[in-house]
């Protein structure tokens, strides 16, 4: 995701440390959009007809919060609501979504301080589970005559994951894609430095605002860094992580990330901690996983010093050729994945 937050120190890619200074990442790391000087790259025809199923746009309040909602399909089928990973945003499925609304309604959110949805004094795993129901009722995913499945990437997969632990009742089946868990806290030493090696903004680091959008757009880059599977994804998720905001000397308008620069500070862990810490949750929801087969989130997993709260007969499925960021690298192939598993599971 754009300037997205440290997972942990000891992840990797090509055998290069993502704690690395920038200027060691290669160019198609550092800045994949540079060379397109703000041209749109080339683009496949399934992927402009997946984006010409524009979807509907509107917000759900929740705890007082606007929640972006994007939504396909009829009501009526059941339902799907799509979660994104840390400082993305609900458009990270708008290329995946019509693939699965043929036979489903599906909704995307922007969880709460990211996307176009509002910001707040605090987050929580908690407050994002309630965002996730508002959307849930409000696109009507119940309406099909059975709960919805929740499907999450990254961070959005540890919210599914917390909802599913906490609110079993609330969703007949969750799909994690590319969940991982630990890594340090933003307020410890080494998380701060990782958040100054990768660019992160922090309470005393404010977010930059770019003359340009070319200018913006060739700063984009993935946390943990990774090179881009296909240069459109990555232009589309890009451009529309960008607002406009006023330059730094007063003389205009420029761009920057629409995620909360603080959201990470001010987010409360502890619920979470209470699930995913000691020993492994009960969870009563269907789970199961889709990763990228050389995901450096995943390999870390299966290190002692992260241990894993995923119970061990977990359905799991590897996308070959696949880092983390799943629907970059491989979309098509995450959107056969999808369909088949939902087409058969849960039995």
């Given at each position: 995701m754009?300037?997205?937050?440290?997972?942990?120190?000891?992840?990797?890619?090509?055998?290069?440390?993502i704690?690395?200074e920038?200027?060691?990442l290669?160019?198609?790391?550092?800045?994949?959009?540079?060379?397109f000087?703000?041209?749109?790259?080339?683009?496949?025809?399934?992927?402009?007809?997946?984006?010409?199923?524009e979807?509907?746009?509107?917000f759900?309040?929740?705890?007082?919060?606007?929640i972006?909602?994007?939504?396909?399909?009829?009501?009526?089928?059941p339902?799907?609501?799509?979660?994104?990973?840390?400082?993305?945003?609900a458009d990270?499925?708008?290329?995946?979504?019509?693939?699965?609304?043929?036979?489903?309604?599906?909704?995307?959110?922007?969880?709460a301080?990211?996307?176009a949805?509002?910001?707040?004094?605090?987050?929580?795993?908690?407050?994002?589970?309630?965002d996730a129901?508002a959307?849930a009722?409000?696109?009507?995913?119940?309406?099909?005559?059975?709960?919805?499945?929740?499907?999450?990437?990254?961070?959005?997969?540890?919210?599914?994951?917390?909802?599913?632990?906490?609110?079993?009742?609330?969703?007949?089946?969750?799909?994690?894609?590319d969940?991982?868990?630990?890594?340090?806290?933003?307020?410890?030493?080494?998380?701060?430095r990782?958040?100054?090696?990768?660019?992160?903004?922090?309470a005393?680091?404010?977010?930059?605002?770019?003359?340009?959008?070319?200018?913006?757009?060739?700063?984009?880059?993935?946390?943990?860094?990774?090179?881009a599977?296909?240069?459109?994804?990555?232009d589309f998720?890009?451009?529309?992580?960008?607002?406009r905001?006023?330059?730094?000397?007063?003389?205009?308008?420029?761009?920057?990330?629409?995620?909360?620069?603080n959201?990470?500070?001010?987010?409360d862990?502890?619920?979470?901690e209470?699930?995913?810490?000691?020993?492994r949750?009960?969870?009563?929801?269907?789970?199961?996983?889709?990763?990228?087969?050389?995901?450096?989130?995943?390999?870390r997993?299966?290190?002692?010093?992260?241990?894993?709260?995923?119970?061990?007969?977990?359905?799991?499925?590897?996308?070959p050729?696949?880092?983390?960021?799943?629907?970059v690298?491989?979309?098509?192939?995450l959107?056969?994945?999808?369909?088949?598993?939902?087409?058969?599971?849960p039995?």
């Amino acid at each position: 995701m754009a300037d997205d937050k440290a997972k942990g120190a000891a992840e990797t890619y090509d055998d290069r440390p993502i704690h690395a200074e920038p200027g060691e990442l290669p160019p198609e790391v550092q800045a994949p959009l540079a060379p397109f000087a703000g041209a749109e790259p080339p683009a496949p025809q399934w992927f402009k007809d997946a984006i010409a199923q524009e979807p509907e746009r509107g917000f759900v309040t929740s705890l007082g919060t606007k929640i972006e909602m994007l939504t396909w399909g009829e009501v009526g089928k059941p339902g799907l609501l799509l979660a994104h990973g840390n400082s993305a945003h609900a458009d990270w499925w708008s290329f995946i979504a019509p693939y699965l609304a043929q036979d489903y309604r599906v909704a995307s959110m922007s969880l709460a301080g990211m996307g176009a949805s509002d910001w707040r004094d605090s987050y929580s795993f908690t407050d994002f589970a309630e965002d996730a129901e508002a959307v849930a009722r409000a696109a009507g995913l119940y309406e099909g005559g059975r709960k919805p499945v929740y499907i999450g990437h990254s961070f959005g997969g540890s919210q599914v994951f917390f909802a599913a632990a906490s609110h079993p009742e609330r969703m007949h089946a969750a799909i994690l894609v590319d969940t991982g868990f630990g890594g340090p806290p933003p307020d410890s030493p080494e998380g701060k430095r990782l958040a100054q090696v990768r660019n992160i903004p922090t309470a005393d680091r404010a977010s930059r605002v770019y003359p340009t959008l070319e200018a913006a757009l060739a700063r984009f880059r993935f946390m943990p860094p990774q090179a881009a599977g296909n240069l459109f994804v990555a232009d589309f998720i890009a451009r529309r992580s960008l607002k406009r905001a006023p330059l730094e000397d007063g003389s205009g308008e420029g761009w920057t990330w629409r995620f909360d620069p603080n959201m990470w500070n001010k987010l409360d862990r502890s619920a979470m901690e209470s699930i995913a810490g000691g020993e492994r949750p009960h969870v009563s929801v269907p789970l199961a996983h889709v990763y990228g087969d050389r995901s450096a989130i995943i390999s870390r997993r299966f290190t002692s010093q992260f241990p894993s709260p995923f119970p061990d007969d977990m359905l799991s499925i590897a996308i070959p050729d696949s880092a983390h960021h799943v629907m970059v690298d491989q979309p098509l192939a995450l959107v056969a994945a999808l369909r088949a598993l939902l087409a058969v599971w849960p039995a």
